[in-house]
């Protein structure tokens, strides 16, 4: 079965810290994502990658910033964590961008900020 | 500005039909919908996507509105295992702008 994998579930950081929220797909697909989601917020995309070392910047990157060195692992890095930044993060892949394929999701990761 | 709409909450009731409705109105031409449920301390899994017919798997129906700036996911019996969020997004799949729009998101609730 097709898997996404968030290495952490639960995070507490402390503001300003340095903060990598690492995720891991298991499906060799294309594009990777991360998202977070708000209460009454919805899920909101920071950031994708739709090949290795490729990136685009979502509706809200700002304060965050992302990296893939290998297809498989898509890293979501808080520069300088802040307590607007507690929330629930979400990593998601899908397959090549022209097909016509749902996305994967992990588990999340749970971040607060203190 | 991109949106999409869904009502905040609904109920239904165990082994009866549920229609969760959802508005995607500055959706364009060549943009998929996607329906997404989202279980408690879970991530999103997909349901169900289309473009312009209605389709149906195993889990739900999609109906499009014929304009499509609307859908409607169908769960045809609801079971209190589909209690959860239901999430109606759209995306452009081409070139390198493949992104889904996500709504709020609506909670469904299942009574016994």
């Known amino acids: 079965d097709v898997k996404v994998t968030q290495s952490s579930r639960y995070l507490v950081k402390r503001t300003g810290e340095k903060v990598f929220l690492e995720c891991v797909q298991d499906?060799?697909?294309?594009?990777m994502f991360w998202y977070r989601q708000d209460p009454g917020l919805g899920l909101r995309l920071i950031y994708f990658s739709y090949d290795v070392k490729m990136k685009e910047k979502g509706d809200i990157p700002e304060g965050y910033s992302v990296s893939r060195e290998k297809k498989e692992r898509f890293s979501l890095i808080l520069e300088s964590a802040s307590t607007n930044q507690t929330s629930m993060y979400l990593c998601?892949?899908?397959?090549?961008?022209?097909?016509?394929?749902?996305?994967?999701f992990g588990s999340g990761t749970r971040l607060t900020v203190v | 500005d991109a949106k999409t709409t869904q009502p905040n909450s609904m109920e239904s009731n165990e082994e009866e039909p549920v229609h969760l409705p959802c508005n995607h109105s500055t959706i364009s031409g060549t943009d998929y919908i996607h329906w997404y449920r989202q279980l408690p301390s879970q991530g999103p899994e997909y349901v169900i996507h289309?473009?312009?017919s209605n389709v149906n798997n195993r889990m739900a129906s999609l109906a499009i509105a014929e304009d499509r700036k609307s859908s409607t996911l169908i769960l045809h019996r609801a079971t209190l295992r589909d209690a959860a969020v239901y999430y109606c997004?759209?995306?452009?799949?081409?070139?390198?702008?493949?992104?889904?729009?996500f709504g709020t998101g609506t909670l469904l609730a299942v009574q016994p």
């Open positions: 289309g473009l312009t």
């Open positions: 499906m060799d697909h294309e594009n």
């Open positions: 997004s759209w995306g452009n799949y081409g070139g390198a702008t493949n992104k889904l729009i």
């Open positions: 998601a892949s899908s397959p090549s961008t022209r097909a016509n394929y749902g996305y994967t």
